[in-house]
Structure formats: structure tokens, C-alpha cells
């Protein structure tokens, strides 16, 4: 089988959540799965994942907050909704947002292989006309991955290397380095980036106290590294981005 995307099943039953992962290994696919809406945001801060299939009504997080957080976390992730037939409103609703494509459970074999195909399809469309001219995925399966600028970020093992030596990062760090590499030339505000690192809402007065110290240790860090330090730029009044290469004249 040649097959490699990364398929995440988010489901709270577990033979619904176990049918749909067999049914996907034996298409050759890699896949994960999580029983709750908490996992699966967990589970992406941490992993590359090039579909989710999710489950719409689950305890806890719904699937529409799911949707929401990990869209931030990977822009890039298509994401395929699971709903009944009563909750239909709701699937074309978020097709409105972050969600790509639905299935009405139960779904045959057939149709969620031919959904999911159809989803990883737009996504390498999506990455082909988008990737940012600086940056190169060496190895996506474990993030790594080459500025243009020669430095290598290995997100797997919290680790840049460039001219000016090795930098090796905390977990938090590592998360927000991923969020800025992943969406470079977007302005984030401090609460979208608290949320995303650090897995929780802040209000818009405590953001910024929360996420200065975490930007001001991350930049300390990379004082070797002025290529990529200096691309985190601040965004008066709003948060931060990381900024396209600056080319030189």
C-alpha cells in the first residue's frame, strides 16, 4: 500500500470510532483516533494531521468547537463532520466555517473512502497553490522543516538549527514556533495565541500578560538565530506574526 496521509477519527463510541479506523488501515491509510473533542485538540498540538473525521455530537467539546480550535492549530487540515440526519442544520452550518465536507451516519465503507479521498485531494491542491515560497517541508511526518534562509526547525524534537548554532525549546515555545511557521505573514492576536499554546481561554486583558513572557524567552532564545528571531514581529494593539523573509536588496 502506498497510501501515507494522517487520518485522525474523533468519536465517543467506541465500535463507531473503531469501524471507521479499520475501514480507513485497510485503505493503507495512518491513522489515529481519540474518543473526546479534548484528545483530539491534544492530539494535533502535538502530531501532523492531514484529515480529521469528526464526530459532531460528542460529551464535552462538540465537534463544531473542535473544528474551531484545531483549524488554528493546523490551517491546512481537512476536516470531514460526522452528523445524523437531525443534526443536519448544524453540518451545513460549519460547512459555513472550518469544516470541509460531511457524512450522514451510518455511512457505507464505500462513501466515507470516497469523502476522505475527495478531502485529501483538496488539501494537496490547497498546499500546491499556497506553500510559502520560504519554507520547505523536508519531512512532514515528523515536522521538519527548512526555512529558505538555511535554518532547519525539527518540531519533532523541539530543535532549530541554523549559522549561529543549535536552539533547543520548551514545549510551550515549540508550540508557538509551530503556530507562527505554519501560518507565516498571519496576525494572530494574544488570545487566538493563548488558546492555541497554551490550551486554554484568557480574556483580552490577561492575554497579553500571558503570552509576552513565552514571545520575549522564545526571542532570548533564538539570539543566534536573528533570521528567524526577527521575523517575530509585534502587531500594536493585536498580537503578533511571523513575518515573510525579508529579502535583500
Known sequence: MTTKAHILV??????????????LKLEGYHVSSVANGEAAVDF???NPV???????RMPG???LDVAKVVGRILPDMEIILLTA???????????RSRVHDYLLKPAAPAQILDTVRRGLARRNARLQAHQPADLEVINDEYAIVNLEDGTV???????????GGTVTLTPA???LLRVFVDNIGKVFSHRELVLLVQGYSASQQESPEILRPLVSRLRQKLETLPAVRDRIASVRGTGYVFELLKRRK
Not at 85 to 95: K, N, T, W
Open 44 to 46: 494535533v498540538r502535538q
Open 173 to 175: 515555545e515549540g508550540r
Open 50 to 56: 492531514d484529515l480529521m473525521v469528526l464526530d459532531l
Open 10 to 23: 474523533v468519536d465517543d463510541e467506541p465500535v463507531e470510532r473503531q469501524t471507521l479506523t479499520d475501514i
Open 153 to 163: 526547525v525539527d518540531f519533532g524534537r523541539r530543535a532549530i538549527q541554523g549559522r
Open 61 to 63: 467539546m462538540s465537534g
Open 85 to 95: 440526519h437531525g443534526s443536519m442544520e448544524s453540518a451545513i452550518e460549519a460547512l
